[in-house]
């Protein structure tokens, strides 16, 4: 007869328990309340950012269109992940099923490689908005955006399905214990009884692929804009040219950072206790602060975001 901690090599676990911080129950309460905060800041920010790039055709150029996708990608990155840890933080019973937990992974590598992407094109979009200002509109045009959007969502759905077809094969022989806040591949396979040995590897190459071709991409880009930038003459010029690039290399510092320490370490070297915190930075944090770090330095979507409340603040009032 088999109990909840006993299964067959083959059969899978019927749900995982989360750990998350059940070591340090003392801190449950104030995490609650901060993830509760950034969930809610980071849908009303990435929600104000969608709507801005949409109704104020002042906005309506491709590094807002690169925007919008990219505020998009944050508020299904959130929801992905936070609901799922603030419920079990609400509970005694931390748990999570797994077919719960596999689409939980399945989307969030999704959303992540496509992320990585997005960041991509929008550094590209710089690069030819400040080196190529005359021909912008000519090679940045409206389908060839769309056709980028497109090529960006399905490569990350296709490296989210190889790494989904790759784990759920795993066995876990009864093994349901995350160190984690949620379900993600490199947790998983170091759940795994069973030799992981292709898991590691495909996971090593296709996060190099996602992660380290399009960081270079970006490195390349930012070397041709800054040396354009410095051949401008006037100090206002360059500082606007900085300004509008600024951002951009903050929000892939905050992204790209916390994935290389994630995803391209070795995994004998993988320790799951500072896992799960890098983890909750970049699924809940960077989401949060990224729709505040464009808007703080760019004067279009504050005056369209202003625009928006007035228009809202009128049909209230009415």
């Known amino acids: 007869m088999r109990t909840d901690n006993q ?38 920010g990435n929600i104000a950012i969608i709507l801005v790039s949409r109704l104020d055709p002042q906005l309506h150029s491709p590094m807002y ?32 099923s797994y077919s719960g937990c596999t689409v939980q992974y399945a989307v969030f590598h999704w959303l992540g490689c496509t992320e990585c992407i997005v960041l991509a094109v929008m550094a590209l979009d710089r690069y030819v908005a400040i080196c190529e200002p005359l021909r912008y509109a000519l090679i940045m045009h409206r389908p060839l955006c769309q056709q980028l959007m497109v090529v960006a969502w399905l490569s990350g759905f296709g490296n989210s399905l190889v790494q989904v077809v790759l784990t759920v094969q795993l066995p876990f022989c009864g093994r349901q214990v995350l160190n984690n806040f949620f379900c993600e591949v490199p947790a998983m396979i170091k759940l795994s009884c069973a030799d992981t040995a292709v898991n590691d590897a495909t996971l090593a ?37 900085f300004g509008t690039c600024s951002s951009h290399l903050v929000v892939v510092s905050l992204f790209y950072l916390p994935a290389i320490y994630m995803y ?12 799960k915190f890098i983890s909750l930075f970049y699924s809940i944090i960077t ?32």
């Not at 989360?18 to 309460?29: D, K, T, V, Y």
């Not at 071709?213 to 606007?240: D, E, N, T, W």
């Not at 005056?303 to 409340?309: E, Q, T, V, Y």
Request: proline share 7%; aromatic share 10%.
């Open 287 to 318: 989401p949060t602060l990224n729709p505040f770090i464009y808007t703080l330095r760019n004067k279009d979507v504050k005056a369209a975001l202003r625009k928006l409340l007035a228009r809202m603040g009128r049909l209230y009032r009415r």
């Open 205 to 241: 190459v296709l996060v190099a692929f996602f992660v380290l071709v399009p960081l270079a991409l970006i490195l390349l880009s930012y070397s041709f804009i800054v040396r354009a930038v410095l051949r401008i003459q006037s100090s206002k010029g360059r500082h606007k040219a």
């Open 7 to 44: 299964s067959f090599l083959g059969d899978p676990p019927r749900d995982f328990i989360l750990l998350g911080i059940s070591g340090r129950p003392w801190l449950e309460l104030p995490l609650f309340v901060v993830l509760l905060v950034s969930y809610v800041l980071a849908m009303l």
């Open 65 to 96: 269109i690169f925007l919008s996708h990219l505020s998009f990608l944050d508020l299904c990155y959130t929801t992905t992940t936070v609901p799922q840890m603030l419920v079990n933080m609400g509970s005694s019973r931390k748990t999570i």
């Open 264 to 275: 391209l370490q070795p995994p004998s070297s993988y320790s799951q206790e500072q896992g």
